[in-house]
């Protein structure tokens, strides 16, 4: 299609196109939404507590990237895996409404004390409680490495958009680089047990190729020895 993109040329590179994504070795619990049905939800307590003392750390060094990312939402906008709610204060007044999904039973506790007029959803991003065609921006910010399937929630943000509507993504990828790549394989069993689900080592912008979106633009924002981050905009056709 013209003016779309590969997310990856020339910024981020993979070498393996038949990714298939991994399940975290998360803590699952059951939750209920308010109409009383049942879904899986995340736990994570100890993570939680230290996500939120250290949240100012996480905008020291990705801050600008997202209130830039951000800056693009408008209409109806769903923050999948809205933590702490670190999105929130970036949007412009071309957001009309916002929503946040989160399936940690204790970032939604945080949630619920700080954003308590904002709509949230318990559900997981593989299973979303939302309905068809409701959104005009749906944002996802350090998420995708923490999900049980990455093409499985691409797939779901892609059904709750709007035909038209875009997907902001800012996550973190595998490297592009050998040892930097053997590091991130390295540590990722540790570093997914103490880091909530995280996983160092997702190639995202495979999936985002690989999924039903249009990618418009996708770069690498951030360079670093073991969490580069890459961003970008696809839109549902």
């Not at 996708?218 to 969490?227: A, D, E, G, N, Q």
Request: aromatic fraction near 8%.
């Amino acid at each position: 299609m013209p003016g779309s993109r590969t997310c990856g040329d020339r910024d981020v590179r993979s070498s393996d196109r038949n990714l298939t994504s991994t399940t975290h070795h998360g803590k699952f619990v059951e939750c209920f939404s308010e109409g009383g049905v049942s879904s899986v939800c995340v736990n994570h307590p100890r993570f939680t507590r230290f996500y939120v003392w250290g949240q100012r750390y996480v905008e020291q060094a990705v801050g600008e990237i997202r209130e830039k990312q951000n800056s693009k939402a408008y209409g109806r906008t769903l923050i999948v895996g809205a933590g702490t709610g670190l999105d929130i204060p970036t949007l412009g007044s071309k957001v009309s409404e916002i929503t946040l999904l989160e399936p940690d039973a204790h970032m939604r506790t945080y949630l619920k004390q700080t954003y308590d007029s904002l709509p949230l959803i318990p559900s997981t991003a593989e299973t979303m409680d939302v309905g068809d065609g409701q959104f005009d921006t749906v944002i996802t910010s350090l998420v995708l490495c923490s999900v049980t399937n990455v093409r499985q929630v691409l797939s779901e943000i892609y059904r709750v958009l709007k035909p038209g509507g875009q997907y902001l993504f800012m996550e973190h990828v595998q490297h592009n680089e050998a040892v930097s790549r053997m590091v991130q394989n390295s540590l990722n069993p540790v570093w997914q047990h103490i880091a909530g689900g995280c996983q160092l080592n997702r190639k995202i912008a495979d999936d985002i190729n690989a999924s039903a979106f249009t990618t418009l633009e996708c770069s690498l924002v951030k360079p670093h020895f073991l969490i580069p981050i890459i961003a970008g905009q696809a839109i549902r056709i």
